[in-house]
């Protein structure tokens, strides 16, 4: 694969690569739980966790799975005539269900027209061989992509925000789900308490050896009804938040360790103005920084896996 007007290679060029046509996710929430929530593993969820940060207003768990993607289409079939979709199964823990319901739920999302594919969101712990043997088989027709919380890769990080899984595990299933046809995705925080640059440039060569396609990337925010967000108000001074000059300046270098094969889906997160307490960034949009990141990898004279051996 190559970069395309990009030092990296960004997600949105891959999309066009593969399909040719503009394809948007359409997220979903379906009221799944989590084992750190309902006490199978823990309470409480992760530390920094409030799921209502990535809510779009036509997520609700009352409403039907073809109710809220035919609401996701018709909002964006008025933006753009021609367009697929990927129906994203986002909130919480999206493998989390026993078999014959989660069958049940993926194959209503296929049925909807214009639907193509899927993409899951969910936790290394949660996976099992049926679940990935049977989205091998779904990946021969549709476009699946199955995205594990990795989060940290540091082993004291996870324990500390009460992950509940560790790395290693997380290791162990993206090798059990690798070369079975679907896309193989992670999700990194970057700046979680406890982590200086060293342990987050660390970040970057595990990642690289994980048999990943895609990668998300977010800085630590620290949201409203989080535990986190009592542990910042008591103790600002453990928590060492970017602001978006130095995260701009970090995941510049970040990027040129990286695997020079893996397409980066995102930099930055936006939690809700209402929900976020740290760090404010004013109001940079996501784009801005994305623009930004750019124009400091051309300064820098640097791109995706320059330092990558």
């Not at 999309?15 to 996710?25: A, D, M, Y």
């Not at 009592?230 to 928590?239: G, S, T, W």
């Not at 970040?254 to 004013?282: C, H, M, T, V, Y």
């Amino acid at each position: 694969m190559h970069f395309i007007g990009k030092r990296y290679l960004d997600y949105a060029s891959f999309i066009k690569l593969t399909f040719g046509e503009r394809v948007q996710k359409i997220a979903l929430d379906i009221g799944f739980s989590c084992p750190n929530r309902d006490g199978s593993k823990s309470f409480g969820g992760c530390t920094y966790c409030n799921n209502e940060t990535f809510n779009p207003d036509y997520c609700e768990p009352t409403k039907s799975i073809s109710q809220q993607l035919k609401e996701g289409i018709s909002f964006f079939d008025k933006k753009y005539k021609s367009q697929k979709y990927l129906a994203y199964f986002q909130a919480y823990t999206n493998t989390y269900a026993d078999f014959e319901s989660l069958k049940k739920m993926y194959e209503e999302a296929l049925s909807v027209p214009k639907v193509i594919g899927l993409v899951i969101g969910t936790r290394p712990d949660c996976i099992s061989n049926e679940i990935i043997n049977y989205l091998s088989l779904l990946s021969k027709k549709y476009f699946i992509s199955l995205e594990l919380g990795v989060e940290s890769t540091n082993e004291k990080t996870l324990l500390a925000v009460n992950r509940c899984h560790t790395f290693e595990e997380a290791k162990t299933t993206f090798e059990l789900c690798k070369n079975k046809g679907f896309h193989l995705g992670a999700h990194l925080i970057i700046g979680l308490p406890g982590e200086n640059k060293k342990d987050l440039m660390h970040h970057a060569s595990e990642i690289s050896k994980l048999p990943i396609n895609t990668l998300k990337i977010h800085h630590l925010q620290i949201v409203k009804n989080s535990i986190m967000g009592v542990q910042y108000k008591r103790n600002p001074e453990k928590f060492n938040l970017f602001s978006s000059e130095s995260y701009i300046d970090f995941i510049t270098d970040f990027i040129g360790n990286l695997r020079p094969n893996i397409i980066i889906e995102r930099f930055i997160s936006e939690a809700p103005k209402n929900l976020l307490i740290a760090p404010k960034w004013g109001n940079l949009k996501n784009f801005e920084i994305v623009a930004k990141i750019d124009k400091k990898l051309i300064e820098k004279n640097t791109w995706q896996g320059k330092f990558y051996n």
